[in-house]
T-cell receptor
């Protein structure tokens, strides 16, 4: 059974600082997704990572994937208040519930001045 | 191309009432899913479908039914609503194995059972 663990679950940062969110998963998969969710809103796709060593960057966010370690990271550079949101990683399940995403519990990020 | 459309956006039910949450996609995706989101729990899979006529249970299926008569539609039925079903529900549509990698989500349905 595929399990996805995210940490930390809560993150309070100061503007201008750097930090990394970690996403570990338990079984083999070749697709990892990062989403952002603002309060009361749906999920906004940030990155889709498809292969070992994949790295994608958008603005102050950079995501990477190590399929051998079953680990993805979301790195935040020089945080700004607008990045405050909840971030989810999700892994494509090719096992029992094939074709579905299994989610981590999310990281609630708060960026303070 | 509307993507994934969910209705309604908000609903209040009394315990024991039934209702159907609607989900439609116009991307011709084979895979569709229903998730519920509760505080601190992430999104948990309720039911899913890998194509018209094929459905299966996810992690938290009790109290919910689904059917998939067409590729486009995947409704979720609450047979007898309970307060434990108070949650935000998301429908998702995914292309798997066709080269496309995106997973699209609807806008969500916020359900309160009193």
């Amino acid at each position: 059974e595929l399990k996805v663990e995210q940490n930390p679950l809560f993150l309070s940062m100061q503007e201008g600082k750097n930090y990394t969110i970690y996403c570990n998963y338990s079984t083999t998969s070749d697709r990892l997704y990062w989403y952002r969710q603002d309060p009361g809103k749906s999920l906004e796709s940030l990155f889709v990572l498809l292969s070992n060593g994949a790295v994608k960057q958008e603005g102050r966010l950079m995501a990477s994937l190590d399929t051998k370690a079953r680990l993805s990271t979301l790195h935040i550079t020089a945080a700004v208040h607008d990045l405050s949101a909840t971030y989810f990683c999700a892994v494509m399940n090719y096992g029992g519930s094939q074709g579905n995403l299994i989610f981590g519990k999310g990281t609630k990020l708060s960026v303070k001045p | 191309n509307a993507g994934v459309t969910q209705t309604p956006k908000f609903q209040v039910l009394k315990t024991g009432q039934s209702m159907t949450l609607q989900c439609a996609q116009d991307m011709n995706h084979e895979y569709m899913s229903w998730y519920r989101q509760d505080p601190g729990m992430g999104l948990r899979l309720i039911h899913y479908s890998v194509g018209a006529g094929i459905t299966d249970q996810g992690e938290v299926p009790n109290g919910y039914n689904v059917s998939r008569s067409t590729t486009e539609d995947f409704p979720l039925r609450l047979l007898s609503a309970a307060p434990s079903q108070t949650s935000v529900y998301f429908c998702a549509s995914t292309a798997v194995g066709t080269g496309s990698t995106e997973a699209f989500f609807g806008q969500g349905t916020r359900l309160t059972v009193v």
